[in-house]
């Protein structure tokens, strides 16, 4: 079925109504007859004169103010028209003034009376061409017609758009999808196979039902799209919709919600009639948590014009009237809060979950969206994809278009790999920002984020690679020590887990080591080896407390939970749990300053490297372990700047900043469970 077939209701033609035709007929002949009654009687205040000799006798007596003559067609060329102000005597206002009143003076002129107006008057008569009934009518009829006008659109107009505004809250806001749009396929949709094998189901059951239907099978009436933002859900509807060749509606949950209580339960309504009448159909709703979430939740109970809009999606979906041939799909980062009517069997019978891609995954979207980039030959997605775990397809994408705007300001022809080094480390840590520090804030800095990397460099089993280490502020850090994982880190065992927690006290280690006192840039590292502790001790039971979770308290309350929450611990429990938190980064404080004594002039090298290069990398780092200094050549950074447009300093002017800003790891290690 073509979409281009289906009519649009509102573009359907309109049929002729003589009952608005018959008073705009009676509206337009009243306007008329007033305008000629006006035109063909003259007012009494008119009648001051009523005829030539009487002009000439007020013009003898100096009592006409201004006076108009313009020949009148109707009565031939000696008809004239005379019309002005005359001054009467009658009405006294004060001893030399008068009340001046109009005239009008329709008769024959003679020449010599003509040129004896013109002799007295002088000035003050003026001539005008003669003017036709057309004219005298347009002019008529033009403020009322100005004034027809601004009804229209002041009153008028609103009544015919009332489908499509005040007068219709109720109207389904579900957008159709025609096929003349640029289509999405499945071949522009990658690393998320599975996905795309289970809603190319629906494709075919609507392409060929028979084949479904022959062994009693029936297609899911709702399929549930389940992701973190950025893994391509919406993507993935619309390759739905450009694969189908039937009526795709899109529509978001926020449509359905008004301040009206009503309104979203009729939208609901009239868009599942909407699908009917076109069925079969698909109906995309993103971001069905908006409408979907738990009822009765939250601070004074749930609000009712949600929860009907909720209550009317439910029985549209699954009631007494079924709705054959209309299928939905839906989209949402947030399944935790949906209202558990909505997941059953017989409304949403399946939820495909789209996850982070894998490698794999990550080398295929890089595929797809490297055919619109310039790539140069040096670059290798699959070291590429390698080197972003964490990342999701919108984060990809904008990895490549960050690459090729870093390429464009340097002037280069294609993107490098260099470029995507840059625009990676942009996106993972924020930008370079350059600012003026004193040689005690450049010393700290330098010995903190050589803490890291000594430590992590000593303790990493090869999983975790230290990347490149910096004391160039990056985001709102002012270093960073970077890491590029092996592999996708889909487990998290105890070992490695005490070894990120080593890892992060790295800094603050180094600093009490070298400089004998403490700062406030470690506030990054024991916020992350806090919470890494605590998922230990709580989640993971990776404590002497035993294989118990102690997480039940986590709960937001805003987010479709219940207020109240029972704690499942006693009193004395949460003393051993904050115990047992302290007792780990503890332990691991007190091995990172053993590691960093036993490697103390490791940590004096690498600190010296970082204060005269500013940015080492990973293997610099193992150099000095091994060797004691480095040994293969530092690269210097490339600039964004073109060469003819470099500075003669600093690419970015000095910046003043009272704020305190944490000096530990720009980011949480890549890998690090939250």
């Known amino acids: 079925m073509d979409n281009s077939t289906q009519k649009d209701p509102d573009k359907q033609p309109k049929t002729f109504q003589p009952k608005v035709f018959l008073i705009w007929l009676a509206v337009l002949a009243a306007i008329i007859g007033l305008v000629m009654a006006q035109s063909g009687e003259i007012s009494p205040s008119h009648r001051s004169l009523s005829s030539v000799d009487e002009l ?3 013009a003898q007596d100096d009592r006409i103010e201004k006076a108009t003559i313009q020949s009148d067609p109707k009565g031939g060329e000696e008809w004239y028209s005379i019309q002005g102000k005359v001054t009467n005597p009658a009405f006294e206002i004060d001893e030399n003034q008068y009340k001046s009143l109009p005239f009008i003076v329709k008769g024959r002129v003679t ?17 005008e061409p003669s003017s036709t009934l057309w004219t005298d009518l347009l002019f008529s009829l033009l403020p009322f017609l100005l004034i027809i006008g601004l009804l ?8 015919r758009m009332a489908g499509k505004g ?9 957008k159709l999808l025609t096929r003349e749009n640029e289509k999405i396929l499945f071949e522009h949709v990658a690393g998320c196979d599975e996905a795309k094998e289970e809603v190319s189901e629906i494709v075919d059951f609507l392409k060929d039902p028979k084949r479904f239907r022959k062994i009693g099978g029936t297609i899911p009436k709702g399929v549930l799209m389940v992701g973190p933002p950025g893994t391509g859900k919406t993507l993935l509807a619309k390759a739905v919709a450009g694969e189908a060749e039937v009526p ?5 949950g926020s449509d359905f919600v008004e301040m009206f209580v009503g309104v979203g339960a009729a939208r609901v309504r009239d868009m599942f009639e909407q699908g009917r009448k076109n069925s079969p159909c698909l109906i995309f709703i993103d971001e069905i948590d908006a409408v979907g979430r738990q009822r ?22 699954d009631g007494f009237d079924g709705h054959e041939g209309v299928i939905i799909i839906a989209a949402t980062n947030r399944p935790d809060v949906l209202d558990n009517a909505l997941l059953r069997p017989g409304r949403f019978d399946r939820q495909v979950v789209i996850d982070l891609p894998d490698m794999e995954g990550r080398e295929q979207i890089l595929k797809v969206h490297a055919k619109k980039i310039k790539l140069s030959d040096d670059v290798e997605l699959n070291s590429l994809a390698r080197a972003t775990s964490g990342f999701s397809g919108a984060d990809l994408a904008n990895l490549l278009n960050e690459g090729a705007l870093i390429a464009a300001r340097r002037r280069k022809k294609a993107v490098e790999r260099i470029d995507l080094d840059d625009a990676r480390e942009k996106i993972s840590f924020g930008r370079e920002r350059r600012r003026v520090m004193d040689d005690e804030d450049r010393k700290i800095i330098a010995y903190h ?8 460099a000593v303790v990493d089993d090869g999983l975790l690679p230290i990347h490149k280490v910096t004391i160039i502020p990056r985001g709102q850090s002012l270093g960073s020590t970077m890491f590029t994982p092996k592999k ?12 990120q927690v080593c890892c992060a006290m790295g800094g603050r280690a180094a600093e009490e080591i070298e400089i004998g006192d403490v700062t406030s840039g470690a506030a990054g590292d024991i916020r992350m080896a806090t919470n890494i502790a605590r998922s230990m001790v709580c989640d993971w039971g990776m404590s002497d407390l035993g294989m118990i979770s102690f997480g039940d308290k986590q709960d937001q309350v805003f987010l479709g939970k219940e207020l109240s929450r029972a704690q499942n611990y006693s009193e004395e429990t949460a003393q051993k749990i904050d115990f047992a938190i302290k007792d780990v980064i503890d332990v691991q404080y007190k091995r990172a300053k053993e590691i960093l004594t036993d490697n103390i002039e490791a940590l004096h090298s690498s600190a010296a490297a970082l204060l005269e290069h500013e940015t080492i990398e990973g293997k610099h780092v193992h150099e000095i372990l091994d060797h004691g200094k480095i040994i293969s050549e530092i690269t210097k950074p490339s600039s964004d700047t073109p060469k003819e447009n470099q500075p003669e300093k600093d690419e970015c002017a000095p910046q003043e900043d009272g704020k305190a800003e944490d000096i530990g790891t720009g980011a949480e290690p890549t890998g690090a469970p939250a």
């Open 56 to 58: 000439l006798i007020a």
């Open 111 to 127: 020449e010599t009376e003509y040129k004896e107006l013109r002799e007295i008057l002088g000035n003050r008569l003026r001539e």
């Open 152 to 159: 229209y659109f002041l009153f008028v107009r609103q009544l």
């Open 166 to 174: 005040a007068l219709s809250f109720g109207k389904s806001k579900a």
């Open 248 to 252: 795709f509606f899109s529509i978001s």
């Open 296 to 317: 009765g939740a939250g601070l004074g109970g749930g609000n009712d014009e949600r929860e009907q809009t909720l209550n009317s999606l439910l029985v549209e979906m």
């Open 449 to 456: 984020e050589a803490g890291h990397a000594i430590v992590q």
């Open 488 to 499: 996708d880190i889909l487990n998290h065992s105890k070992r490695r887990v005490l070894n």
